[in-house]
């Protein structure tokens, strides 16, 4: 075994002495998008996504290990190479032991203040809750006078950008307050002269007009669903005037950022440069899936303008830099569930949503009724749940053990709920890799995630809306999304269709770049690429 591992290593690195080594790398991130989707539109792509589709190295079977996939969690793992047990972000926010929120990237330090339009915000924005390095720290680690790398993360999100660039790349996203891109001290002391000249240029309009991609009759739009039983929060978005506030679900959204792309790269990209690594985390799919789901026109118009778009930066690109010195990448931080109602209309009965806000009701009027105590589950966030410690640690360990059981009682009676574990116990049990239960050790960092964990059954959705959709198991549905890897002349044209774990892409990348792996990183190379 370890003289086949060898040579396999030997024949990976022989491959790539022999391939011409990029000068750029470009990691595009879709928020929200799922294999199956992508794949049921592909008849339909023209651009970007159909030039891959038809050039790269495509994984076919590409899973994050999440017990709970969420953008801030799969960031950081596409970021570090491991998993949330040991890089620590286990979901965009989460409760500590005083029962305050803590947001992933959030941080009050002055150090990290937000650039406003003028001055700064009352509060930061940095990695500081990541506790291991991440890809972006390697490549700037590395970087020397003679050797100049350069790392730059966009996103519509903030936490999606920050955790990409670690604590030495440069992080840069749309803030929804003052309505244009912006950054923190952690990443710049001052923005960027060609930002503020960008921002300046564009300006987002009170209302914008969303025009459909394709005529609304067009076969394209054929698997779409509108809206079925009124779920979705708003009505349709295409074809009407879009306020402000709806401006991150349209198209337009989406072009202003790879215009940002564009401009990011005319200003720091510089022929010289050893390596120029660029991050781009499309947000646009996710805020509009949650309200209308991927399976709306909606979702898929914005695939279509996307397929577009990604086309025009690519060749945008490829006018700068010889397209056999840039590495693309495409993939995505988590896909979606189906919406409850219409599995249920397709006669799949066992789909069903479970209201988090009565649920966290129901177990504590169950606790005050048996020991008189009252709001002991101080919150709720599918997997997780939170007791309130302030209590719970000056009772007696005999009586905390009662509660404890009480409340593991009264979960494992909800229908839909499959698994309920403290965090203890779930560190205790053995579960093998391609157990779904062991996507949740994955995901169990002590002191952020919940005192106990449950794990619903396929379809089953726990949140504390009963509108819309989301992506909280750990289900094919929310894991399973496309990866695609392509450098002309160097990676290309070739199906991969086993199984292999997204984390498995950062030691990969550092590999093809040249660098030391995050020094966490805890999967092995994507040797099938050779």
């Known amino acids: ?82 998993t949330a047990k040991n890089h620590g972000i286990v979901d965009n926010s989460w409760f500590d032991h005083k029962n305050n929120e803590v947001k992933a990237v959030e941080d009050f330090s002055p150090e990290t203040a937000v650039f406003a339009k003028q001055g700064f915000f009352d509060y930061g924005v940095s990695s500081y809750n990541l506790m291991v390095d991440t890809l972006a720290d390697q490549i700037m680690l590395q970087s020397s006078e003679l050797k100049k790398n350069k790392v730059f993360c966009l996103s519509h999100k903030d936490r999606a950008a920050a955790l990409c660039a670690g604590k030495l790349g440069k992080a840069l996203w749309f803030d929804e307050k003052s309505m244009q891109f912006t950054s923190s001290k952690a990443y710049f002391k001052v923005l960027p002269d060609w930002l503020q000249q960008f921002n300046a240029q564009h300006p987002i309009d009170q209302k914008t007009y969303w025009h459909l991609f ?70 646009t799919p996710d805020k509009t899936g949650h309200y209308f789901t991927a399976q709306s026109l909606e979702y898929s118009d914005l695939l279509y303008y996307l397929d577009s778009q990604l086309q025009d930066f690519m060749q945008t690109i490829h006018t700068k830099v010889d397209p056999q010195e840039v590495l693309w990448l495409l993939t995505a931080d988590h896909a979606s569930m189906p919406l409850v109602e219409d599995l249920q209309k397709q006669g799949y009965s066992a789909a069903r949503r479970i209201d988090k806000h009565k649920l966290q009701e129901k177990l504590n009027e169950a606790l005050e009724k048996k020991f008189g105590l009252k709001n002991l589950i101080s919150y709720v966030d599918t997997p997780d749940f939170y007791v309130n410690h302030a209590v719970f640690d000056c009772l007696e360990q005999k009586k905390q053990g009662a509660i404890i059981k009480t409340i593991k009682h009264e979960l494992r009676m909800v229908p839909g709920i499959k698994k309920v574990w403290t965090g203890a116990e779930l560190q205790k049990r053995y579960y093998g890799e391609n157990q779904f239960e062991s996507y949740f050790q994955n995901q169990y960092f002590p002191g952020r995630s919940g005192d106990l964990i449950i794990q619903v059954f396929p379809y089953t959705m726990v949140g504390k809306n009963m509108k819309g959709t989301s992506h909280k198991t750990p289900y094919h549905y929310d894991t399973h999304v496309p990866l695609m890897l392509y450098q002309q002349g160097s990676l290309e044209k070739k199906q991969i269709n086993h199984k292999v774990w997204m984390q498995q892409i950062t030691p990969t990348l550092a590999q093809i770049l040249g660098v030391p792996a995050p020094s966490a990183a805890t999967f092995k190379l994507l040797t099938d690429i050779i």
């Open 214 to 283: 394709f005529d609304k009759n067009n076969k394209a739009y054929a698997l779409a669903k509108n809206n079925v039983y009124n779920h979705s929060r708003k009505p349709a978005l295409y074809q009407t005037e879009v306020e402000q506030q709806e401006y991150l679900k349209t198209p337009h959204a989406q072009n202003l950022l790879f215009e940002l792309a564009k401009n990011c790269f005319a200003y720091e990209y510089d022929p010289s440069d050893n390596l120029f690594v660029l991050f781009i985390s499309v947000s």
């Open 1 to 82: 075994m370890n003289i086949m591992k060898l040579f396999f290593f030997l024949f990976f690195w022989c491959h790539f002495i022999g391939a011409t080594a990029p000068k750029v790398a470009i990691i595009v991130v879709v928020d929200q998008l799922g294999q199956q989707t992508l794949q049921n539109l592909k008849p339909y792509f023209t651009g970007g996504f159909k030039m891959l589709f038809d050039n790269a190295i495509i994984f076919n079977q590409a899973i994050w290990p999440s017990g709970m996939p969420a953008t801030a969690t799969n960031h950081a793992g596409l970021a570090t190479g491991t």
